[in-house]
């Protein structure tokens, strides 16, 4: 469920929300297998689910970069700002990845609205994520993701 906010003003208002929880989202081994063709990244830990099988994760997993690049369509279902006119990926603070991501499994991400502070024309705003695995009990990822909205 995602919260709609217009304007600068608003998105001010929200320093220190909680922004809730996106859908779960599968990661398949055909997305896996899409993003090592993209990024020209094949090891086998991540393309060959024969050899990954008997490997230190039993099972082919994510890239740590997929994951991560799964942060923007996740965060998107939380938080949507109306009224502005550019919203740029700023940059990331932080990021670790605790547990990986085995082909199949679903993830979902978990995110705070830590700080919005004001930058020259708009704001800046830096938002906490946990992006989960379902049933796991170490998150896929962790980090602090920075992103300007201009009026």
Request: hydrophobic content about 40%; glycine content about 12%.
């Amino acid at each position: 469920m995602s919260i709609t906010v217009n304007g600068l003003g608003d998105l001010r208002k929200m320093a220190g929300s909680d922004l809730g929880t996106s859908a779960w989202v599968e990661v398949t081994q055909e997305r896996i297998n899409t993003f090592a063709d993209a990024t020209g990244d094949h090891q086998w830990i991540h393309v060959d689910p024969e050899k990954a099988k008997d490997g230190p994760f039993g099972a082919p997993i994510a890239h740590g970069y997929l994951t991560l690049s799964l942060f923007i369509p996740l965060f998107t279902e939380l938080l949507d700002v109306q009224g502005v006119t550019t919203k740029v990926n700023y940059g990331l603070d932080k990021v670790r990845f605790p547990s990986p991501v085995r082909a199949g499994s679903r993830i979902r991400l978990a995110g705070r609205l830590a700080d919005v502070a004001d930058v020259p024309g708009g704001v800046q705003i830096a938002v906490e994520g946990v992006i989960e695995i379902e049933g796991g009990t170490k998150p896929a990822a962790v980090l602090r993701s920075l992103s300007r909205f201009y009026a």
